[in-house]
């Protein structure tokens, strides 16, 4: 990379309809950075967790900033992907929203017909989630934060990241 530094491979996870997409996806505009939607990819074209990876490894090749939500909620899916990014130059970044329950089913009402529809997806999505090992080290942010508080989090904390690691 000619002494540059490396770009950052912005990985979003957390529980359905806690903000993921939102913000991964204003993330993508404010710096002009792809982004890619694995679990769209997985619903609108049928294409496998190895094309999925084959893709994004593809789009690595453009060595700028990238944002990647979706087919990350196991520790063994976050580690294969944080571990195909840094082989191919990348600082990767995992971030976590978190969003209470409450609003989670206040926002599941608009997506589903009904409240047993809601409560069977939600229970499904939960038992497919797992929590990240302290050792994968996530920044933190709330899905319920304004965009602009969620940006100046992570900002915050890759900036605190990196210094930590010239020391």
Sequence with gaps: MNGKSK???ILVFGAPMSGKT?????FSQRFNAPFLNINELYEQYKISRKMAMILVSEIAKCKQT???EGGLNTEKQRNEMKKL???AGYSPVLIWIQTDTSA???RMRHKFKTVAEAKAALEA???KLEAPAESENPLVISG???FQTQCKNVLTGISERK???IK
């Design 7 to 9: 770009p950052y491979a």
């Design 22 to 26: 939102t913000f991964a996806k204003q």
């Design 125 to 127: 999505s939960y038992k």
């Design 144 to 146: 319920k934060h304004t």
């Design 104 to 106: 989670i089913k206040h």
């Design 66 to 68: 990238i944002i990647v």
């Design 85 to 87: 990014l840094a082989d």
């Design 163 to 165: 210094t930590v690691r």
